[in-house]
T-cell receptor, first 109, second 116 residues
């Protein structure tokens, strides 16, 4: 079993839709939970991080962590074509990151 | 913001040759650099952690004699794939930082290595 599971997609949604991206994990010792966005031929960029169960909002993005279920989500409201990218979840333990496989998202006009 | 410049962005080499990948921190001093590799449709896997001026720490299963990491200055870290074989073909990416939590590190843009 992988430590972090993420559906690779691809996920295609119309512009303006709410997007839900999810990851599950098996290691309850993970300390921080992150979402990165990666455009084609670019390095990942940090979107959001959190360390406790609950919701964290930043503009159109909401990160949700449920430690009891070992489940994290990223919601994107009012999705735009510029949101089309691969979204990677990641978790850290002792300053080392473990990544999901990434979900490829396409927002269509 | 912090920028890590990674070169080359892609490289094709013959089996048995060596390839060097460079990561430079342009506007900050990267005391620590992480090196990852990613196979298609798989997650980024941490290969090694390098700290400026000291030997790299390799993850279990990563051959240190094959993947040579040098971090001789605060702005430059290199990964050399020695005696490359087709199974080394992959996407290699670095991320660098200084003191902050690793999730805040800046990633390079990656290097796609193809060994023929």
């Amino acid at each position: 079993q992988k430590e972090v599971e993420q559906d690779p997609g691809p996920l295609s949604v119309p512009e303006g839709a709410i997007v839900s991206l999810n990851c599950t994990y098996s290691n309850s010792a993970f300390q921080y939970f992150m979402w990165y966005r990666q455009y084609s031929r670019k390095g990942p960029e940090l979107l959001m991080y959190t360390y406790s169960s609950g919701n964290k909002e930043d503009g159109r993005f909401t990160a949700q962590v449920d430690k009891s279920s070992k489940y994290i989500s990223l919601f994107i409201r009012d999705s735009q074509p510029s949101d089309s990218a691969t979204y990677l979840c990641a978790m850290s333990l002792l300053n080392k990151l473990t990544f999901g496989t990434g979900t490829q998202l396409k927002v269509e006009l | 913001g912090a920028v890590v410049s990674q070169h080359p962005s892609w490289v094709i080499c013959k089996s048995g040759t060596s390839v060097k990948i460079e990561c430079r921190s342009l506007d900050f001093q990267a005391t620590t650099m992480f090196w990852y590799r990613q196979f298609p449709k798989q997650s980024l896997m941490l290969m090694a952690t390098s700290n400026e001026g000291s030997k790299a720490t390799y993850e279990q299963g990563v051959e240190k004699d094959k993947f040579l990491i040098n971090h001789a200055s605060l702005t430059l870290s290199t990964l050399t794939v020695t005696s490359a074989h087709p199974e080394d073909s992959s996407f290699y990416i670095c991320s660098g930082g200084a003191g902050q939590a690793s999730y805040g590190y800046t990633f390079g843009s990656g290097t796609r290595l193809t060994v023929v």
